[in-house]
C-alpha cells in the first residue's frame, strides 16, 4: 500500500476485486494490459496489525468490506502427539494434482487467437430460485434500520461473493462425486454452501468490527490521559467502559493482564 513507492495501490486493489481491467506501466520492462485481473490473496495478520486498517478512508472506500476474515476463538494447545494420517495427506495431495491436470486438459480452452476462452456457468431452476432469496434477504438487511452502518456497507460485497462462493463449490464438488452436476450447471447445494460460508464471514466481521471498536475507544480515553500514569490510565478506562477489553488494554500498555486486575481491585476498593 504505497510503503515501498509512491502510487495508487489501493486504487488498483479496489479495481482488480471488481475484475476491472488493469494497465501496467513499468519503466523498466515492458507495459501491458490485463483485460479481466483475478488476484487470489490469502494470508494471516496480528489482530492489533489488522486494527490499523479499520480507517475512515477504508471504510468509506469499501476495501475492508471485500476482506473475508477468519478469526477463531482458539487457545494454545498443551504438547501432544497427534500428527495427520499418512492416508489423508496423500488423498489431498492427489485430489489437488488430479484437479489440476483436470483443468489443465479439459476445461481450459484456447481460441484462435491462442486466448483463453471464457465458459459461462449457469444456475439451475432450483439454484437460480435460491439465490434470488437470499439476494433479496440481503437487500431487506441493508434496508433494515436495525442494521447497523458499517454491516450495510460490506452486504452488497457479499451479493458478488455468494455466486463466487458457489461457482467454486459447484466446481470443486464436480470433481470428487461421479453424480455432481457439471462444472459449468450450478445446482442448489452449491448455493446453499455459498450461503452457510458468506453468513459465517459475516459473522466474522461482526467480531472484527466489534474487537476494533473496542480497541478505539481504549486507545482514545488512554490518549486524553496521557499525561497520567499507566495505572491512572487503566482506571479512567474502567470509569468509563467498566466492561473494557482487559488483555487488549494489557498489550495497548505492555502490562500484563493480571496487572490490569489489580489495578481494577483498587478502583473498587476506593468506591
Not at 509512491?6 to 476485486?17: I, N, T, Y
Not at 471464457?118 to 432450483?126: G, L, R
Not at 430460485?129 to 452502518?149: L, P, Y
Amino acid at each position: 500500500m504505497n510503503k515501498y513507492r509512491a502510487g495508487s495501490d489501493l486504487e488498483f486493489w479496489l479495481s482488480s476485486w471488481s475484475n476491472k481491467g488493469v494497465a501496467l506501466n513499468r519503466k523498466t520492462s515492458k507495459s501491458s494490459f490485463v483485460e479481466s485481473p483475478i488476484i487470489p490473496i490469502l494470508g494471516g495478520i496480528q489482530p492489533g496489525v489488522l486494527n490499523q486498517f479499520y480507517t475512515e478512508e477504508n471504510k468509506d472506500n469499501g476495501f475492508i468490506d471485500r476482506i473475508l476474515t477468519c478469526y477463531p476463538d482458539v487457545e494454545v494447545e498443551m504438547y501432544n502427539d497427534n500428527e495427520m494420517d499418512a492416508e489423508l495427506l496423500q488423498e489431498y495431495e492427489d485430489f489437488i494434482i488430479n484437479m489440476y491436470q483436470e483443468i489443465k486438459r479439459n476445461v481450459v480452452v484456447y481460441d484462435n487467437e491462442q486466448q483463453i476462452s471464457s465458459i459461462i456457468a449457469v444456475f439451475t431452476e432450483s439454484a437460480k430460485k435460491e439465490w434470488m432469496r437470499i439476494h433479496d434477504e440481503i437487500t431487506a438487511m441493508q434496508n433494515s434500520s436495525s442494521e447497523n452502518e458499517y454491516m450495510k456497507s460490506m452486504l452488497p460485497k457479499q451479493k458478488s461473493y455468494i455466486p463466487r462462493f458457489a461457482l467454486l463449490i459447484n466446481t470443486l464438488d464436480s470433481m470428487t462425486s461421479v453424480d455432481a452436476f457439471p462444472k459449468d450447471i450450478i445446482c442448489k447445494e452449491s448455493v446453499l454452501k455459498a450461503e452457510r460460508l458468506s453468513k459465517y464471514f459475516i459473522n466474522m466481521a461482526k467480531k472484527v468490527k466489534l474487537k476494533s471498536s473496542e480497541t478505539f475507544e481504549l486507545k482514545k480515553v488512554i490518549a486524553v490521559n496521557k499525561g497520567k500514569s499507566k495505572k491512572e490510565q487503566i482506571q479512567e478506562v474502567f470509569k468509563v467502559h467498566p466492561e473494557f477489553n482487559k488483555s487488549e488494554a494489557a498489550d495497548i500498555l505492555g502490562v500484563s493482564r493480571q496487572t490490569i486486575n489489580n489495578w481494577i481491585k483498587d478502583v473498587k476498593s476506593y468506591s
